[in-house]
């Protein structure tokens, strides 16, 4: 294309205007002249200058993309194949459909054209069936709404050829891609009907913005364009609220969608029998757009019960029925699948459970996300398996999006097979307890601070919160309140505890204190259960220290911590997990280096990457702890989730002043 554009002077002069134009360009003229070659000439130029970046542009994303998933030889034959379909079809198509009345195919008929974008647009349509669902159906839909919403409302000659090279390349699909299609599960189908009635009125809002923008021109069903710009801007901000509703699955959305496209087919079917008196050149316009509104009508009625929900937060099924005492019940009776599932026990969340199979997802609900806490609690990794497999169904029939924070490499696997996205949000320290010695250099800090505190007369004590008398625990209270007096944000939460979940009766509580009675820090630790009830290791929740303690509090609490559990006969201690941390840097991706450099901004305000380091001071092996999001799509939304599971009570304000002070 370069290089005749330089031949010819089509890079700088307009092409239609050339000599050449008439024996190489394509289109019904051009078969009736006997130019059989035109269809390859005339692909390899573009009418005017400025069509050279469309046309070069869109062939090298579009082509290079389906190359990438079919190979080259796939790739070329798709692309060859509905390049010539697309031009000498649309050219027997306008040939044919020239000799009736239709002032809009006699006019187009007589159109040459140049140009490779049938070809183009067949390509990609057929490459975007190797993706993996939920992104296949997207984004053939948006490729499906561009072909049809062009050729449909504006009709040019390129509009047409991309709709026949549009059909053509669905007929290649099975031949060239083989789809598994499978069956669709009810939740999916739930959420198919959402997503097809939420469509509708997007594209209706697209239609009505095409409308506003483009100028007054004549379409295969009438004069397109010149919109009324005030009215025109209501109708996109109705129908996108409409959009955003139905797809979440509200009831009340649902009721006014119907009720205005009710009346929109009425007042639309009272403007045909006007058209049919008084302007008949309006008529088809008319009725693409009454017959629009019917299908809309039909498929809001059918699918009616896709939009039950009728809460603001919560999922379909037994939401609720664990209490408490009833998740701590079966996390001692199912065991935890990971080390953080007593934090499921904690107050602020919700537990959800199917009924079957037996066990539960403790979540929160934010920004139409429900944010499943760790793995879920079940009988075994099938169990596991099973529950995130309902939760993600539930939170599709009640309209929200589903993830997983803070899960393990099982869940994670799990995503792998399932398709979904996991990524990497934090690494566990995980100390193995049997034989563990502080022998050698690679323990020196710690041997240091058992050491320098027997100089200065602190002491380790574990014990319970119940079982320390009032004057500790002001002293803790006082503790803490003054950790939280040094952030610029309030206390996190969520995967954070604090005070009021360290003074339970199963939680561990380890003191620094001196002879003087005078406490110097503290930690807590939560039980990890092994099916049947059995303690197997412990995981560290709160470290606090006093702001003038003794300087190696920390480790004397860890140090002395570990050494109890080791002689108590635990297998494993959890450091619990630095959030943003990551040991291996390789195969990153595009979502990885967003979460750096989210790690960076927030090191000023919580310091993840100190406390990551400070925890390899003791010997840990790293594990990999993930965000599963069944949806990628939802990523941004799944981000404002958990700032507010992790920020619940920070003000915007809050937020802004954070902001300003990691500059």
């Not at 025109?232 to 205005?260: E, N």
């Not at 022998?439 to 602190?458: C, E, L, P, S």
């Not at 952030?487 to 969520?494: H, K, Q, V, W, Y």
């Not at 920020?647 to 915007?652: G, K, Y």
Request: overall charge neutral; glycine content about 10%; some cysteine.
């Amino acid at each position: 294309m370069l290089v005749l554009g330089l031949v010819s002077q089509a890079l700088w002069s307009p092409f239609e205007e050339s000599d050449w134009f008439e024996s190489v360009a394509f289109g019904a003229p051009a078969f009736a002249d006997g130019h059989w070659w035109t269809p390859v000439t005339g692909s390899l130029f573009a009418r005017v200058p400025w069509e050279y970046v469309p046309v070069m542009g869109g062939f090298l994303v579009l082509v290079g993309f389906a190359e990438l998933r079919l190979g080259t030889r796939r790739a070329a034959l798709v692309t060859v194949v509905c390049q010539l379909t697309g031009v000498v079809g649309s050219a027997l198509l306008l040939g044919l459909l020239g000799r009736t009345s239709w002032t809009w195919a006699q006019q187009t008929s007589q159109v040459l054209d140049v140009g490779f974008s049938a070809g183009a647009v067949g390509a990609v349509t057929v490459a975007l069936w190797t993706l993996r669902p939920p992104w296949r159906g997207r984004l053939s839909a948006v490729v499906a709404a561009y072909v049809l919403v062009s050729v449909v409302f504006f009709g040019g000659i390129a509009d047409v050829e991309h709709l026949v090279g549009w059909l053509a390349a669905l007929a290649l699909v099975p031949v060239v891609v083989h789809p598994a299609l499978g069956v669709r599960a009810p939740a999916g189908r739930v959420r198919l009907a959402r997503v097809q009635a939420a469509g509708y009125f997007g594209i209706s809002a697209l239609i009505t913005v095409l409308a506003g923008f483009a100028t007054a021109a004549e379409g295969p069903l009438g004069t397109i364009g010149g919109g009324d710009w005030p009215t025109g801007l209501l109708s996109v901000v109705v129908d996108l609220v409409l959009a955003l509703g139905l797809l979440r699955g509200r009831r009340l959305w649902w009721r006014v969608a119907l009720v205005l496209t009710a009346i929109s087919a009425v007042l639309l079917a009272l403007l045909l029998v006007a058209a049919i008196v008084t302007e008949p050149h309006e008529i088809p316009l008319v009725v693409v757009m009454l017959v629009l509104d019917v299908g809309a009508l039909v498929l809001l009625v059918v699918r009616r019960r896709a939009f039950r929900n009728r809460r603001r937060s919560g999922l379909a099924g037994a939401d609720g029925t664990f209490d408490q005492e009833d998740a701590r019940e079966a996390l001692v009776r199912l065991g935890a699948g990971q080390r953080l599932a007593w934090m499921t026990t904690w107050e602020g969340s919700r537990r959800w459970s199917p009924g079957t199979p037996d066990g539960f997802v403790t979540h929160q609900v934010h920004a139409g996300v429900a944010v499943g806490l760790t793995d879920p609690v079940g009988d075994g990794p099938q169990g596991r398996g099973e529950l995130a497999d309902a939760f993600v169904a539930a939170a599709r029939h009640s309209g929200l999006t589903a993830c997983f924070f803070s899960c393990s490499a099982e869940l994670a696997d799990l995503a792998s097979v399932r398709g979904w996205t996991a990524v990497q949000v934090a690494e566990e320290a995980v100390v193995d307890l049997p034989g563990l010695e502080f022998r050698g250099k690679k323990w020196q800090d710690v041997r240091t601070a058992i050491n320098q505190a027997r100089k200065h007369g602190v002491e380790h004590r574990m014990t319970r919160w119940a079982d320390e008398p009032e004057e500790v625990r002001e002293q803790l209270r006082a503790i803490s309140t003054a950790w939280l007096g040094d952030s610029d944000l309030p206390e996190m939460a969520f995967t954070l505890g604090g005070l009021r979940e360290a003074s339970d009766p199963a939680v561990r509580v380890g003191l620094a204190v001196d002879a003087d009675g005078r406490v110097h820090g503290v930690t807590s630790w939560l039980p990890m259960h092994a099916p049947g009830g059995k303690v197997v290791g412990w995981t560290l929740d709160v470290m606090r220290r006093a702001p003038d303690s003794f300087r190696y509090t920390m480790e004397l609490l860890i140090a002395s911590a570990l050494t109890a559990f080791r002689d108590e006969g635990a297998l494993e201690a959890s450091l619990s997990g630095s959030p943003l941390a990551r040991s291996d840097d390789e195969d990153l991706t595009g979502i990885d280096a967003v979460l750096d450099q989210l790690a960076a901004t927030l090191e000023p305000l919580y310091g993840f990457s100190s406390l990551h380091r400070f925890k390899l001071k003791f010997q840990p092996r790293s594990v990999p702890l993930y965000l599963v999001v069944p949806d990628p799509a939802a990523l941004p939304l799944v981000g404002i989730a958990l700032v507010r599971c992790y920020l619940p009570e920070a003000r915007a304000r809050d937020l802004l002043a954070a902001a300003r002070s990691t500059r």
